[in-house]
């Protein structure tokens, strides 16, 4: 299933979930179709396998369909818990740096205030001069758990879903002590979406062509088995530090071509077009301001 948030457009009304009847169709509001579900992705996250079951009961119904033109998609998920952030996660882009493979995972966070949505504005901030792209594949956690064994870890993953790791370099590696936190977390930094597929849904997670796009020319071309540590190895080290809860995002690395590291180095400026693409998931498109 390919879950979404949205409002309508032209309604005061509040945020609702959706099943898309696929990618860029039509989308079953969950809500009118059982009064009883949740708004949010994370109140049905929380509700495990019944708020699935009906998800699929809902699209399998064909009723309740609102067309594309009728709403405006939010990020699949606002307000998670956490944003759990790995770097140098591309053997790829570890080769393209000249840095050495990690042996564990490195992780760093987002605020989830960072978040935006798949067709939202990339804020440009006034402090900053060096702004980059970095799509990276990211997935949701659905069920609770600490100290998850690594056979059991795809339980607790609801899903897939595309992100930018929007960064400003200038702060991540020459400011704040080179501690990626500020660089990384401005407002809109996080743009995710456009739906969150569901892991019954995506073949096989480790082998999906990514690609980034500015102004449509193509500047990260990679697939996801270039990933050091995959999706089970980053839940099982993650939740030995932390209970990872529903709702909580992941994003798992980003391939080579990053700005910063070309030579002479490129960055966004406003008016830019930046798509993120993966293949099963879809695209977001975000327009720098």
């Known amino acids: 299933m390919r879950l979404v948030q949205f409002v309508r457009q032209g309604e005061g009304g509040g945020v609702r979930v959706g099943v898309e009847q696929g990618p860029g169709l039509g989308v079953v509001d969950l809500k009118e179709f059982d009064p009883s579900m949740p708004s949010t992705m994370r109140d049905l996250l929380e509700m495990g396998d019944e708020g699935l079951e009906c998800a699929q009961r809902a699209l399998s119904s064909g009723q309740c369909v609102l067309e594309r033109s009728d709403i405006r998609l939010l990020s699949p998920v606002l307000a998670p818990e956490k944003v759990v952030c790995v770097g140098m996660n591309y053997r790829d882009h570890c080769l393209e740096q000249n840095a050495p493979i990690p042996k564990e995972p490195i992780i760093f966070s987002k605020f989830p205030s960072a978040i935006t949505g798949p067709y939202d504005d990339i804020i440009f901030p006034q402090e900053s001069r060096e702004v980059d792209w970095e799509v990276e594949l990211a997935f949701v956690i659905g069920r609770s758990g600490k100290h998850i064994k690594e056979e059991d870890a795809l339980s607790h993953v609801a899903g ?7 960064s400003a370099r200038d702060w991540q590696m020459k400011r704040n002590g080179r501690q990626w936190l500020l ?11 456009p739906a969150l597929v569901t892991t019954d849904a995506v073949k096989d997670p480790h082998n999906l062509a990514v690609h980034c796009r500015v102004n449509g020319e193509t500047v990260q071309s990679s697939n996801t088995d270039q990933m050091i540590f995959k999706t089970e190895a980053l839940v099982t080290w993650v939740s ?6 529903p709702g909580d995002v992941f994003l798992t690395g980003t ?21 993120c693409q993966i293949d ?4 977001i498109i975000n327009k720098v301001v």
């Open 183 to 193: 660089g990384k977390t401005f407002d809109s930094f996080c743009p995710l979406g």
């Open 240 to 245: 030995k530090f932390v209970t990872l809860t």
């Open 160 to 166: 897939f879903t595309v992100a930018n790791d929007v």
């Open 255 to 275: 391939p080579p071509g990053v700005g910063v590291f070309r030579k002479p180095p490129v960055f966004l400026k406003r008016g830019d077009i930046v798509e």
């Open 280 to 283: 099963q998931l879809g695209s």
